[in-house]
């Protein structure tokens, strides 16, 4: 069993930075890859962010629609992985999760809610 326990959403003015982080604590061997998730009300889930979280690579992934915005990283010995949001714009308010793949297994965080105003 993984737990994923997110923290650092909240309420920011456009053009403003948040950071989340996403802690994974549990029995396991290895996480192969994290990442985030998220969701506004009314749209579809949409991948924001990815890394590869086994071997050296720390491969990355973003979505087109935050690109130059966002940065996702990991802290392998605290099996955390963080993303930096900056520049953000009222479009980004969503409850944003992380998840967690290791082989055979997916798991998920509860949510953190991101509020961008105008």
């Known amino acids: 069993q993984v737990q994923l326990v997110e923290s650092g959403g909240g309420l920011v003015q456009a053009g403003g930075s948040l950071r989340l982080s996403c802690a994974a604590s549990?029995?396991?061997?290895?996480?192969?890859?994290m990442g985030w998730y998220r969701q506004a009300p009314g749209k579809q889930r949409e991948l924001v962010a990815v890394?590869?979280?086994?071997?050296?690579?720390?491969?990355?992934n973003y979505a087109d629609s935050v690109k130059g915005r966002f940065t996702i990283s990991r802290d392998n010995g605290k099996n955390t992985v963080y993303l930096q949001m900056n520049s953000l714009k009222p479009e980004d308010t969503a409850v944003y999760s992380c998840?967690?793949?290791?082989?055979?297994?997916?798991?998920w965080g509860q949510g953190t809610q991101v509020t961008v105003s105008s």
């Open positions: 998840y967690a793949h290791l082989i055979g297994s997916a798991y």
């Open positions: 890394i590869t979280t086994s071997g050296g690579s720390g491969s990355t």
């Open positions: 549990g029995r396991f061997f290895s996480i192969n890859e």
